[in-house]
Nanobody, 122 residues
Framework: QVQLVESGGGSVQAGGSLKLSCAASGSTFKSYAMGWFRQAPGKEREFVAAISGSGGSTHYADSAKGRFTVSRDNAKNSGYLQMNSLKLEDTAVYYC???????????????WGQGTQVTVSS
């Protein structure tokens, strides 16, 4: 079992930056890939980025490439999503998730955080 808690969300102007954190409980965190997803009002939850358990592999949605960076610190049982050059369309609730493999589907992740709101304004 892994419990996840996101933090770092908030309101920011377009072009600004935010760094989301995901704190995990349990000693097995490093054995799980970690994914970041987001869900805007009226839309389905979508993949943003993911990182393997070791941190050696990453994958990004096209919308995140070049602007977002996913990372993790297994010694701290934590994962991060650095978001730069934020756009209005990045407004959503952001979730971190843990699963056995680095995949982009929500069904691949068994453990989810409660989400943190990111609001980008003009």
């Amino acid at each position: 079992q892994v419990q996840l808690v996101e933090s770092g969300g908030g309101s920011v102007q377009a072009g600004g930056s935010l760094k989301l954190s995901c704190a995990a409980s349990g000693s097995t965190f490093k054995s799980y890939a970690m994914g970041w997803f987001r869900q805007a009002p009226g839309k389905e939850r979508e993949f943003v980025a993911a990182i393997s358990g070791s941190g050696g592999s990453t994958h990004y949605a096209d919308s995140a490439k070049g602007r977002f960076t996913v990372s993790r610190d297994n010694a701290k049982n934590s994962g991060y999503l650095q978001m730069n050059s934020l756009k209005l369309e990045d407004t959503a609730v952001y979730y971190c998730a843990a699963g056995p493999l680095l995949l982009i589907g929500t069904g691949a992740y068994a453990f989810w955080g409660q989400g943190t709101q990111v609001t980008v304004s003009s």
